[in-house]
């Protein structure tokens, strides 16, 4: 069925360096790949998302690849700062149906 | 320009009891979601609305969940009866169209005792 998974469950950097979340999907037809950031009382917000037509993606801190061949994509954060700390998700719309479906979530902590 | 409002942000409610939750959407946005996000997990999909059609409720517990968007606005979500396992945040999202980004609301938390 369609899944999307998401490692590692939690990641503790400390601040400065970079964070790296990786996402697996199953639904080879995929194409957009959002990520989102929850932050504790606070619904998902958006903060980069990717299509299939590129391989990358960059603003500013914050970078997303995609990889269809393995079907995988990945979040990258450098120089992380405080502020960064939250849950952090990845997801991806299915073909079948326009269905949004997440990953399970990292708890990112970045130690000042 | 606001962004997605729902009410309660809370709610705590005995088991068999009704609920209802409220959500008003981005102005303009056609495409509505509700999701169930329990501890420790991401979103799950219940319902998407395209205007005032549900196109997708597959995931809908339809024995005891419900919803509506009358006029293709405000959409409502009602559970009854409430069980202790619906004990969950519910969220809100609305985007322009289904492959867009989409925009949550704070979400309601519901407690059943």
């Known amino acids: 069925g369609e899944n999307v998974e998401q490692h590692p469950s939690t990641l503790s950097v400390q601040e400065g360096d970079s964070a790296v979340i990786k996402c697996t999907y199953s639904d080879s037809a995929s194409n957009y790949f959002p990520w989102y950031k929850q932050e504790l009382g606070k619904g998902p917000q958006l903060i980069i998302d990717?299509?299939?037509?590129?391989g990358e993606k960059k603003d500013q801190r914050i970078a997303v690849t995609l990889n269809k061949t393995a079907k995988h994509f990945s979040l990258h954060i450098t120089e992380t700062q405080p502020e960064d700390s939250a849950v952090y998700f990845c997801?991806?719309?299915?073909?079948?149906?326009?269905?949004?479906?997440f990953g399970a979530g990292t708890i990112l902590r970045v130690k000042s | 320009e606001a962004g997605v409002v729902q009410s309660p942000r809370y709610k705590i409610i005995e088991k068999k009891q009704p609920v209802a939750f409220w959500c008003n959407p981005i102005?303009?946005?056609?495409?509505l979601y509700w999701y169930l996000q329990n501890l420790g997990q991401g979103p799950e999909l219940l319902i998407r609305?395209?205007?005032?059609?549900?196109?997708?409720d597959s995931q809908l517990p339809k024995d005891r969940f419900s919803a509506e968007r009358l006029k293709g606005v405000d959409s409502t979500l009602k559970i009854q009866p409430a069980e202790l396992g619906d004990s969950a945040v519910y969220l809100c999202?609305?985007?322009?169209?289904?492959?867009?980004?989409?925009?949550f609301g704070q979400g309601t938390r519901l407690t059943v005792v």
């Open positions: 990717i299509r299939s037509n590129v």
């Open positions: 609305y395209e205007n005032e059609e549900a196109v997708d």
């Open positions: 102005s303009g946005h056609n495409t």
């Open positions: 997801a991806a719309l299915m073909e079948y149906g326009n269905k949004l479906v």
């Open positions: 999202a609305s985007s322009l169209q289904v492959n867009t980004e989409a925009f």
